[in-house]
């Protein structure tokens, strides 16, 4: 079976394209208790909980001190 997709690939990598992932990810590695967790349902829930709490409670210092939701929404605005 032939599939319609294909990868490209135009510019070498940098290691700052993707650090802010890598960051969120970092972060929500330490912080979460996903050992807890029996399931993959509440392994889930429980990630789902964190972006949640991430985007729209916890200000973050690099984005005026706003949360991420309300940071777009200002740049979105201007």
């Given at each position: 079976m032939e599939t319609m997709i294909k990868a490209v690939k135009e510019n070498r990598g940098n290691c700052l394209d993707n650090a802010s992932m890598e960051s969120f990810f970092g972060h929500m590695k330490d912080e979460l208790d996903y050992?807890?967790?029996?399931?993959?349902?509440?392994?889930?829930?429980?990630?789902?909980n964190y972006i949640q709490d991430y985007n729209y409670d916890r200000y973050q210092w690099t984005l005026k001190k706003m949360i991420p939701v309300q940071y777009r929404n200002h740049l979105l605005s201007a």
């Open positions: 050992k807890c967790c029996q399931t993959f349902q509440s392994l889930q829930l429980v990630i789902e």
